[in-house]
RNA sequence: CGGGAUGUAGCUCAGUAUGGUAGAGCACAGCGUUCGGGACGCUGGGGCCGCUGGUUCAAGUCCAGUCAUCCCGACCA
């Protein structure tokens, strides 16, 4: 490709739209436009990366035996009803009238039009196992869109869906997806991390989520140096040293806190750390009103009590509720008196003398124990820390940040129940279909590698998905013999396959490196008249900072020589 | 949906307190000088001052409404 016919409409200002590297660098290099909020362009340089990723992923997907098809944007009501997210999707789903008045939705995922093609043409065991993807645009109209194309409203991703036989066969559908993701996400170089992740309201028993690594990341990642235990903070499981449980020591006393209803006031009035409060959360369920116990410099892991209890809605009581149960005010509620089911964290269990409300407006309790209430149990119920034990091997927990880049769930029987999608086994007995989803963002897996590979400069795009892996740059285009052997490195590049712009503008030299730059190319050839006096020419990697000079007979082979040693890694 | 902010040239922004002919830098076009890390000079093109209504002799500026964008929060395959 030759530079000065390219569309490569590059900025030299940041855009002030741009909140994070990734963004600020695909808008300046030419990647993205945007259209609207959370909709975007992608331009012929960006669109070139994420051809590589798709590409990378199809291979990926193929080696697995996975076909590759597509649905459609569009999809009609009925089939949302019968899955039964017509009404628990949320706005997030975007609702259209057609011209007949007929209801529809775009595309925000693909199980109720995957399921309903393989019940309609699948009708024996021998058909399957089965799985099916597609790289196609989706739509999820998010309540806030933001950083570009990591979290855009229309965006490309990939869905496989598997259908198997049984609890096996998904099971080895879903080790296939996961090597195959381990796979891609390595060839597009990446430092990242599968992690273990919560089901959602997708549902369905085990899922892991694949992290790419970086500060800016949305999501946080706790795991364990000791094991290799990694996990969504949702998700991650609390270990717990057993101790003996202490006994009583002081004598329980009601006293009187006025306006002191947060942790950090109570504590800080009483004299007493954080760490020896115990907060009472109360929550608002589908069944019912119900209290959660937690240490006072802790927070309640919602996930971890709706999925320990089976709840569809958990949220947190407004006051009203607050003082009909307890008596109390908000930021007086303790666990002592009350009857509503209460929960408490693990923690709990080795505290003494601790303080609670009083459930009486400004009043706490002091030298509270175990003893002095009643819990339906003790569970680990807290969001996990960094410093906290591994749930595996008692080590210690750290925190990292990351960017999910894809996601794995093993559905099970949620979607081909309640859309009947049947086979007839070799008994000849009509059973569901074992299935399996796997995502993988493919726009925000091109923003990962740029949040993952930058500096001052510019993107320092991993090699096998950077727009170009090579840049041949003449340093003065007016000069004849730069500009011969450019072209004849240029052609020769090409020829042995490789992927090569050359940039023949007639630019300041200073315009074509920096645009060389922002635009992360990994190799780069430049060939200047001062150089070439002796014969030579400069051969630069993105990712290096200093150059070295070769002869210009031996540039072809050691440019393939890194190239070569780029792919293999 | 709650809180905060911003809409003026393609981009970054000034001008708005005090109403009076629309500005700068970058980008773009032409000419000249430059030419190994985003050059310089001269000339030029480019504006529904987000939109609608109001106040006024006069509105980018004041008032009301509206739309859009961004940030924080709640939410999230």
Redesign the pocket.
């Given at each position: 490709m030759r530079y000065s016919k390219m569309f490569i409409p590059?900025?030299?200002?940041?855009?002030?739209?741009a909140?994070i590297l990734s963004h600020r660098l695909m808008l300046?290099a030419g990647f993205i436009r945007?259209l609207?909020?959370?909709v975007y362009t992608w331009l012929p340089l960006g669109l070139k990366s994420l051809k590589k990723v798709e590409n990378i992923i199809r291979q990926e997907m193929n080696r697995k035996g996975a076909q590759e098809i597509i649905m459609p944007f569009v999809q009609p009501k009925e089939l949302w009803e019968e899955s039964g997210r017509w009404e628990k999707y949320?706005k997030?789903l975007l609702r259209i009238r057609d011209r007949n008045d007929r209801e529809l939705c775009l595309g925000?995922?693909h199980e109720e039009v995957v399921t309903d093609l393989v019940r309609r043409e699948v009708k024996s065991y021998r058909e399957l196992p089965l799985i099916l993807y597609q790289i196609q645009t989706?739509f999820?109209d998010?309540?806030?869109?933001?950083?570009g194309v990591m979290r855009s409203r229309e965006?490309s991703?990939k869905?496989a869906y598997s259908f198997d036989i049984d609890e096996a066969g998904a099971e080895k559908s879903y080790m296939d997806m996961y090597d195959a993701y381990m796979r891609i996400f390595e060839r597009c170089g990446f430092n990242f991390k599968a992690v273990e992740a919560d089901t959602?309201?997708?549902g369905g028993s085990f899922s892991h989520e694949f992290m790419v690594l970086a500060d800016t990341g949305?999501d946080t990642i706790i795991s364990c140096g000791g094991c290799g235990y990694a996990a969504n903070l949702e998700r991650a499981e609390v270990g717990f040293v057993d101790r003996e449980v202490p006994h009583t020591k002081g004598q329980l006393k009601d006293v009187e806190t006025p306006g002191q209803r947060t942790v950090e006031e109570v504590s800080e009035f009483l004299g007493v750390k954080p760490d020896k409060l115990v907060k009472t959360i109360i929550y608002n369920t589908d069944r019912g009103t119900m209290g959660v116990l937690v240490k006072g410099d802790r927070e309640v892991n919602e996930v971890k009590l709706r999925n320990m209890l089976n709840l569809d809605v958990i949220e947190l009581a407004d006051e009203e509720t607050i003082e009909k149960t307890t008596g109390g005010p908000l930021g007086f509620s303790g666990p002592i008196g009350l009857s509503i089911p209460l929960y408490a964290d693990r923690d709990v269990l080795f505290m003494e003398d601790f303080v609670v409300g009083g459930n009486v407006r400004d009043v706490h309790t002091v030298n509270v124990n175990n003893e002095d209430f009643k819990v339906k149990g003790y569970y680990d119920l807290k969001v996990a820390e960094p410093g906290d034990f591994c749930a595996r091997c008692g080590g210690t927990y750290s925190s990292t940040r990351g960017i999910e880049v894809?996601?794995i769930?093993k559905l099970g029987l949620k979607y081909s129940k309640a859309m009947n999608c049947t086979f007839l086994d070799k008994g000849g007995k009509e059973i569901h279909a074992v299935m399996g989803?796997y995502?993988?963002?493919v726009g925000?897996t091109v923003a990962a590698a740029i949040e993952q590979g930058h500096d001052e400069?510019?993107m320092i795009m991993p090699f096998g998905i950077a727009p170009f892996e090579i840049c041949v740059l003449p340093?003065?285009s007016?000069h004849a013999e730069s500009m011969e052997l450019a072209e004849a490195v240029y052609k020769e590049l090409l020829y042995k396959g490789m992927d090569v712009i050359i940039d023949d503008r007639s630019?300041?030299?200073?315009?074509k490196?920096?645009?060389?730059?922002?635009i992360g190319i990994p190799i780069r050839v430049?060939?200047?008249?001062?150089?070439?006096k002796d014969h030579m020419v400069?051969i630069?990697l993105r990712k290096e900072k200093d150059?070295q000079k070769v002869r210009k007979e031996e540039v072809i082979e050691r440019v393939l020589n890194y190239a070569n040693e780029f792919k293999r890694r």
């Amino acid at each position: 490709m030759r530079y000065s016919k390219m569309f490569i409409p590059t900025m030299k200002e940041d855009p002030k739209e741009a909140e994070i590297l990734s963004h600020r660098l695909m808008l300046r290099a030419g990647f993205i436009r945007k259209l609207a909020s959370g909709v975007y362009t992608w331009l012929p340089l960006g669109l070139k990366s994420l051809k590589k990723v798709e590409n990378i992923i199809r291979q990926e997907m193929n080696r697995k035996g996975a076909q590759e098809i597509i649905m459609p944007f569009v999809q009609p009501k009925e089939l949302w009803e019968e899955s039964g997210r017509w009404e628990k999707y949320g706005k997030e789903l975007l609702r259209i009238r057609d011209r007949n008045d007929r209801e529809l939705c775009l595309g925000p995922t693909h199980e109720e039009v995957v399921t309903d093609l393989v019940r309609r043409e699948v009708k024996s065991y021998r058909e399957l196992p089965l799985i099916l993807y597609q790289i196609q645009t989706k739509f999820r109209d998010e309540i806030r869109p933001r950083f570009g194309v990591m979290r855009s409203r229309e965006f490309s991703m990939k869905d496989a869906y598997s259908f198997d036989i049984d609890e096996a066969g998904a099971e080895k559908s879903y080790m296939d997806m996961y090597d195959a993701y381990m796979r891609i996400f390595e060839r597009c170089g990446f430092n990242f991390k599968a992690v273990e992740a919560d089901t959602g309201q997708i549902g369905g028993s085990f899922s892991h989520e694949f992290m790419v690594l970086a500060d800016t990341g949305e999501d946080t990642i706790i795991s364990c140096g000791g094991c290799g235990y990694a996990a969504n903070l949702e998700r991650a499981e609390v270990g717990f040293v057993d101790r003996e449980v202490p006994h009583t020591k002081g004598q329980l006393k009601d006293v009187e806190t006025p306006g002191q209803r947060t942790v950090e006031e109570v504590s800080e009035f009483l004299g007493v750390k954080p760490d020896k409060l115990v907060k009472t959360i109360i929550y608002n369920t589908d069944r019912g009103t119900m209290g959660v116990l937690v240490k006072g410099d802790r927070e309640v892991n919602e996930v971890k009590l709706r999925n320990m209890l089976n709840l569809d809605v958990i949220e947190l009581a407004d006051e009203e509720t607050i003082e009909k149960t307890t008596g109390g005010p908000l930021g007086f509620s303790g666990p002592i008196g009350l009857s509503i089911p209460l929960y408490a964290d693990r923690d709990v269990l080795f505290m003494e003398d601790f303080v609670v409300g009083g459930n009486v407006r400004d009043v706490h309790t002091v030298n509270v124990n175990n003893e002095d209430f009643k819990v339906k149990g003790y569970y680990d119920l807290k969001v996990a820390e960094p410093g906290d034990f591994c749930a595996r091997c008692g080590g210690t927990y750290s925190s990292t940040r990351g960017i999910e880049v894809g996601h794995i769930f093993k559905l099970g029987l949620k979607y081909s129940k309640a859309m009947n999608c049947t086979f007839l086994d070799k008994g000849g007995k009509e059973i569901h279909a074992v299935m399996g989803c796997y995502g993988i963002g493919v726009g925000r897996t091109v923003a990962a590698a740029i949040e993952q590979g930058h500096d001052e400069n510019g993107m320092i795009m991993p090699f096998g998905i950077a727009p170009f892996e090579i840049c041949v740059l003449p340093v003065n285009s007016s000069h004849a013999e730069s500009m011969e052997l450019a072209e004849a490195v240029y052609k020769e590049l090409l020829y042995k396959g490789m992927d090569v712009i050359i940039d023949d503008r007639s630019e300041r030299p200073g315009v074509k490196f920096k645009d060389c730059d922002l635009i992360g190319i990994p190799i780069r050839v430049t060939i200047g008249e001062r150089n070439l006096k002796d014969h030579m020419v400069e051969i630069k990697l993105r990712k290096e900072k200093d150059s070295q000079k070769v002869r210009k007979e031996e540039v072809i082979e050691r440019v393939l020589n890194y190239a070569n040693e780029f792919k293999r890694r």
